[in-house]
């Protein structure tokens, strides 16, 4: 499986919105959990939302619930996270990862979990005025 990613929009200020997608190959999506995780340097890195393929369920760290939106596109074999109202603690590199995990969205969040199977190049995402 690989990932292709894209960031839909540059700079964005404080309040605005931001898509990012990545469009897998080599496998279809409907056979992976997947998530989105974001880093700062020297910071560990954070789980920030997750979509479990079994019953189409999400999960959302405390500090996006509300403002992230994580989606698939079958067809496309695309996932997609919907970054709306960012704010500057938002700015980080942004990548998405998939499991075959069927549970992996109990265990994205922990930053030393060992279920990740692929993960996508990350796109800096930079929210400031």
């Known amino acids: 499986l690989r990932f292709s990613c894209r960031r839909w929009g540059g700079l964005v200020q404080p309040g605005g919105s931001l898509r990012l997608s990545c469009a897998a190959s080599?496998?279809?999506?409907?056979?992976?959990?997947y998530a989105w995780f974001r880093q700062v340097p020297g910071k560990e890195r954070e789980g920030v939302s997750c979509l479990s393929r079994a019953d189409l369920s999400t999960d959302y760290a405390d500090s996006v619930q509300g403002r992230f939106t994580i989606s698939r596109n079958s067809a496309k074999n695309t996932i997609y996270l919907q970054m709306n109202d960012l704010k500057p603690e938002d700015t980080a590199v942004y990548y998405c990862a998939a499991s075959r995990n069927s549970l992996y969205c109990r265990y994205y969040r922990d930053p030393h979990e060992t279920h990740t199977d692929y993960r996508g190049k990350g796109t800096l995402v930079t929210v400031s005025s």
């Open positions: 080599g496998v279809s999506l409907d056979y992976y959990d």
